[in-house]
């Protein structure tokens, strides 16, 4: 636990979220940056050697996954979730959203529709419009704190023509786990209405607070139309090292999509990032356990904070990932509340409105750093708050 607690100095490391943030926001100031999504911990010791070893021999020539490293990755999550992936499933490349991008080429034609359940990651606006396909916009209904998925309006919009839909689990801004039942509905209207389903779980192994993390590899009636991506990136802090893992189990399928991905010579992934995920997936365990600890008491520290100080922000119901969901509106900001938190606050976060309509007036806060941040950040951020409030409590 107190690894994680130790603040890690990123500036001057190339960090996109440490060192482009001036240029991101716009602002010459040195900002809190709670925005891009990768943790600031230094990733498992065990993955640290294995790199440092593969270093030392010294050749770092053109590299493919071997069958240990496919073994580890299938092995990982047959023991986490017993989910039975075999090994032919496990299609390594690099970067979940560059596969994605390539499956809806390999899957759709331009013009086909496309679903997202909105607020959502905003790269899946980009690779939607920028195939030419349509984007179906499917909103999650938010009420009680959380988000639910509207089955009659997905099945509306299905029955009008949906040729595929981009699913994410856990939910990305939102930090939903998305409970089996719920799961096993999007998978049956998926069938129904002979949907593909590309389902982004690069967050699966960040549930917290108990909830159950469960995988559309667990319906079997799905898999001749699921791929499901994956990565140890966000799970073991090595994002950097650019390496992911599709789970296909349809052979026909799976060529499709790894057929288009080898015509734009996509191949596998990263030297190093193969080496540190399969130290990583082999004896990385115990650490994401302490890991998850921590995130969980930064998701306590921060839901106290601001019930404490700020009880007109809304927290939503924090179930997974190291990405907090948090309603500003009352702030009365509307489009300025990002450029405020900057120039009033030092503080660079992700503006709802990136990720749809859906998120004017929210924020995604990234919790996945030392404690002391966040309470510098927590701390400024009432202060705006008691400006724009007069200290509503």
């Given amino acids: 636990m107190e690894k994680f607690d130790i603040p890690v100095d990123r500036r001057g490391t190339g960090s996109i979220k440490w060192d482009r943030a001036k240029g991101k926001f716009s602002t010459d100031q040195d900002l809190i940056p709670l925005w891009i999504a990768d943790t600031d911990f230094k990733a498992p010791p065990e993955a640290m050697e294995a790199v440092a070893a593969r270093a030392e021999h010294g050749v770092y020539g053109y590299s493919f996954a071997g069958r240990d490293y496919i073994s580890s990755v299938a092995g990982w999550f047959n023991r986490e979730y017993g989910l039975g992936v075999e090994e032919s499933?496990?299609?390594?490349?690099?970067?979940?959203?560059?596969?994605?991008?390539?499956?809806?080429?390999?899957?759709?034609?331009?013009?086909?529709?496309?679903?997202?359940?909105?607020?959502?990651?905003?790269?899946?606006?980009?690779?939607?419009?920028?195939?030419?396909?349509?984007?179906?916009?499917?909103?999650?209904?938010?009420?009680?704190?959380?988000?639910?998925?509207?089955?009659?309006?997905?099945?509306?919009?299905?029955?009008?023509?949906?040729?595929?839909?981009?699913?994410?689990?856990?939910?990305?801004?939102?930090?939903?786990?998305?409970?089996?039942?719920?799961?096993?509905?999007?998978?049956?209207?998926?069938?129904?209405?002979?949907?593909?389903?590309?389902?982004?779980?690069?967050?699966?192994?960040?549930?917290?607070?108990g909830n159950p993390f469960t995988s559309m590899l667990a319906f079997d009636e799905i898999h001749s139309r699921l791929a499901v991506y994956t990565s140890p990136g966000k799970t073991f802090s090595m994002t950097g090292l650019i390496v992911s893992n599709l789970l296909i189990p349809d052979a026909q399928l799976r060529e499709r999509i790894m057929g288009k991905l080898r015509g734009a010579w996509i191949m596998s992934p990263n030297l190093f990032g193969m080496v540190a995920a399969k130290a990583a997936y082999d004896k990385g365990r115990g650490w994401l356990e302490e890991e998850k600890h921590y995130l969980e008491e930064n998701s306590r520290f921060v839901s106290d904070y601001i019930g404490e100080h700020m009880p007109e922000i809304g927290v939503t119901a924090h179930e997974g990932t190291y990405l907090m969901w948090l309603d500003l509106n009352c702030l009365g900001l509307d489009g300025q509340l990002c450029g405020a938190l900057v120039e009033e606050c030092g503080i660079g976060v992700g503006d709802g409105l990136h990720y749809g309509e859906a998120g004017r007036g929210f924020i995604r806060l990234n919790i996945g750093c030392a404690r002391s941040l966040l309470a510098k950040a927590l701390g400024a951020l009432e202060q705006l708050y008691i400006k724009r409030t007069s200290g509503k409590r």
């Avoid at 009680?144 to 994410?168: H, N, P, S, W």
């Fill in 89 to 209: 499933w496990v299609c390594p490349t690099y970067g979940v959203v560059t596969a994605l991008y390539f499956t809806i080429l390999a899957l759709t034609e331009p013009g086909d529709r496309v679903m997202i359940h909105t607020p959502i990651y905003d790269p899946f606006y980009a690779i939607i419009r920028n195939t030419g396909r349509e984007i179906v916009d499917c909103g999650l209904v938010h009420e009680d704190g959380t988000y639910r998925i509207d089955y009659e309006r997905m099945e509306e919009q299905m029955k009008a023509g949906v040729r595929m839909l981009i699913f994410c689990n856990p939910h990305n801004p939102t930090g939903r786990v998305w409970r089996r039942e719920e799961l096993g509905r999007v998978a049956k209207l998926c069938g129904r209405y002979d949907v593909y389903l590309a389902s982004d779980e690069i967050h699966c192994d960040l549930a917290l607070f």
